[in-house]
């Protein structure tokens, strides 16, 4: 007799199978998101790789018998700052494939867990189906039904089982899919931690070389203290120079705004009442703070758009090279001190300068012989000083990125110029404006 017959556990196999469609998607989603994130940081570190080659690059045009210079050590500061955010990348990726590597891991222990609940669940009914195998028992479960409808109950059942059976043996041959296909991902995460070991330590290994060459030109340039010294007051000169016409220009500008508000307000004066209460009706209503400088809601749209895109402004040249930060700065190995009012930036000699934000070109004179452009963004300044040619006119109207001039160069030959930024009459740190490079 087949009366003890399990009971089918159709329910359970069901959701067997959903569970492995799921733990499948999301391993397949994990994966995506991690391979994603990886690609992201592979994109990085070739940004970071190629900025260290155009460092190197500038740094060995300069001859070895050149004196060194504060640009020099500055070239040798950022290629370290550049390694130091290679080999932070590279520990960023390991994190990635350890979390991967732990997942894994995990994953393939569960599915392990429940290949082996499986197999031994279809194991017992292999064996239940061996000990009641003859037709005998199976007419004999059929015959013994109480009536028509119970013999179909009956038959129905034994289809049912033999399905649930068939069922077992894929969700098996499923799992196991999986499981083979998880156990080769962990194997590959690990070949890949391994190559991205063996490229940190080569970096490394590159950082403690650069170390000790910024070391040796340090002392060089603490020989050299006393001529740096001098060449750092006639930069102060020429800085004084530019800081003083940025500050003549800001002034004149401000004056005339103030001139053309103090005209209006005469028009006004003479208006009737129900043209004053016209014309206050047709400003736009804002909360923004008065300013002398925003005299029109045109002017004001391009001020809201330079603090808008405070951090995200593009770069005056296209490969630039701080030299020379904002504000005061202690030059290492050495008792001097610089204090600029903006960004002193290398780039190649003859290189395209470019506007970093729509604005109108207020003046256009030269500072110690270089060509200088001053363009006002509403209340905002910026300045650009050392241009070997100047492409605009004073009045002009430019938009972000239009090229405006190209690049100087400085004494020892190379290209350069100097990035100002003022809110007004205040000289501000160009750098917070700018793009991360």
Not at 73 to 81: A, G, Q, T
Not at 122 to 151: C, H, L, P, Q, V
Not at 302 to 324: C, I, M, Q, T, Y
Not at 406 to 424: H, L, R, S, Y
Request: aromatic share 8%; net charge positive; glycine share 4%.
């Amino acid at each position: 007799m087949i009366c003890n017959i399990p009971t089918l556990k159709n329910s359970y196999s069901g959701k067997l199978i959903f569970t492995l469609l799921v733990t499948l998607f999301f391993s397949i989603f994990s994966l995506e998101l991690h391979a994603q994130t990886r690609e992201e940081l592979e994109k990085k570190r070739k940004e970071i790789l190629e900025e260290i080659s155009e460092l190197q690059q500038t740094q060995s045009t300069i001859t070895k018998d050149k004196k060194a210079s504060l640009s020099q050590l500055k070239l040798i500061e950022n290629k370290l700052r550049k390694r130091y955010a290679f080999i932070d990348n590279l520990n960023d990726d390991m994190r990635l494939i350890d979390n991967t590597i732990f997942s894994n891991n995990r994953e393939i222990y569960r599915l392990q867990k429940q290949l082996d609940t499986l197999r031994i669940q279809y194991a017992k009914t292999i064996e239940y189906a061996y000990k009641n195998r003859s037709n005998y028992d199976m007419m004999n479960f059929i015959f013994t039904a109480s009536n028509f409808n119970d013999a179909i109950r009956r038959i129905s059942y034994l289809k049912s089982y033999r399905r649930y059976r068939d069922e077992q043996s894929e969700n098996i041959v499923k799992t196991s899919k999986v499981l083979k296909s998880k156990i080769e991902t962990l194997t590959l995460n690990k070949n890949e931690k391994g190559k991205v070991l063996v490229e940190q330590n080569k970096q490394k290994a590159i950082l403690e070389v650069e170390k000790k060459e910024k070391n040796q030109f340090v002392s060089k340039l603490k020989a050299r203290e006393k001529e740096i010294e001098k060449e750092m007051i006639a930069k102060r000169k020429v800085e004084r120079s530019l800081q003083s016409a940025i500050a003549a220009i800001v002034k004149r500008e401000i004056e005339a705004a103030r001139k053309k508000a103090e005209e209006e307000a005469r028009k006004l004066a003479t208006k009737t009442e129900v043209e004053k209460i016209a014309i206050a009706n047709s400003k736009p209503i804002t909360t923004r703070k008065s300013n002398v400088l925003e005299n029109t809601p045109e002017v004001t749209k391009v001020s809201v758009g330079f603090e808008n895109n405070r951090g995200n402004l593009p770069w005056p040249v296209d490969k630039a090279s701080v030299v020379a930060g904002f504000g005061k700065q202690k030059i290492e190995g050495t008792s001097l001190v610089e204090d600029n009012i903006g960004l002193t930036i290398q780039t190649n000699p003859g290189t395209n300068v470019k506007a970093v934000f729509e604005g109108v070109v207020t003046s256009i004179y030269d500072v110690a012989g270089s060509q200088t452009i001053t363009i006002k963004h509403g209340k905002y300044f910026t300045t650009y000083y050392n241009l070997s040619v100047v492409n605009v006119s004073k009045g002009n109207i430019v938009q972000m990125g239009q090229v405006i001039g190209k690049a100087g160069v400085n004494d020892d030959g190379e290209g350069e110029i100097m990035f100002v930024v003022n809110i007004e009459s205040t000289f501000v740190n160009p750098e917070i404006w700018l793009k991360n490079k």
